[in-house]
């Protein structure tokens, strides 16, 4: 079965600073997907950014982007000008060829302005 | 844009009560979840469905059933609730091919049992 972690658990960031979040699995498929998604307070969670397990090139979108390190199992996420709409809960997500999903705990992640 | 709703946001119910949660989306996706969020253990799957009357267990489904009979909706069902139970449940779906695709969320139904 897969496992995900997110070591942090709370994070902060200076609004317009760079922010890291830290994220670790285990599968032993070889085909995967790696998510990020964000839950905004009192709001749906939505798909921030998602990485193919074969492909080498870390995914992009915009402030978002992710550095994978397949070989030891981490999918972090940094976030470029921080702005006080990213204020959320972040969870990272593995999913494996069978559909089977799984979530890390979360990092809440507070911006200062 | 896809809209996931959850017609109940906050709901406090006693214990011993049957209570129904309703999740509708509107993007005819055939796969549909139900997922329980508790602080510092994510997101864990209750039960999912993959088509219309069809239904698997996800990690969690003790004391939680689910029913599906049309493509939009899906409900979850507490038999006999409990305190723990309170939670907040998290209906979400996914359209044809899975692996991979993007799942939406609604925003979640934040349920007190007392």
């Known amino acids: 079965a897969q496992t995900v972690t997110q070591s942090q658990p709370e994070m902060s960031v200076q609004e317009a600073e760079t922010v890291t979040l830290s994220c670790t699995y285990d599968?032993?498929?070889?085909?995967?997907?790696l998510f990020w998604y964000k839950q905004p307070p009192s709001r749906q969670m939505i798909l921030v950014i998602r990485?193919?397990?074969?492909?080498?090139q870390n995914a992009t979108e915009n402030r978002f982007s992710v550095n994978f390190q397949k070989a030891a199992k981490s999918f972090s996420l940094k976030i470029s000008d921080s702005q006080l709409g990213d204020a959320a809960m972040y969870f990272c997500?593995?999913?494996?060829?069978?559909?089977?999903?799984?979530f890390g705990a979360g990092t809440r992640l507070t911006v200062k302005p | 844009d896809v809209k996931v709703t959850q017609s109940s946001r906050y709901l406090v119910k006693r214990t011993g009560e049957k209570v129904f949660l309703e999740c509708v989306q509107d993007?005819?996706?055939?796969?549909m979840f139900w997922y329980r969020q508790d602080p510092g253990l994510g997101l864990r799957l209750i039960y999912f469905?993959?088509?219309?009357?069809?239904?698997e267990k996800g990690d969690i489904p003790e004391g939680y059933s689910v029913s599906r009979e049309k493509k939009e909706r899906f409900s979850l069902i507490l038999e006999s609730a409990s305190t723990n139970q309170t939670s907040m449940y998290l209906c979400?779906?996914?359209?044809?091919?899975?692996?991979?695709?993007?799942?939406?969320f609604g925003e979640g139904s934040w349920l007190t049992v007392v």
């Open positions: 979400a779906s996914r359209g044809t091919g899975g692996f991979g695709n993007t799942i939406y």
């Open positions: 599968t032993s498929e070889s085909d995967y997907y």
């Open positions: 990485q193919e397990a074969y492909k080498q």
């Open positions: 997500a593995s999913e494996d060829n069978n559909n089977d999903m799984r």
């Open positions: 993007m005819d996706h055939e796969n």
């Open positions: 469905s993959y088509d219309v009357k069809m239904k």
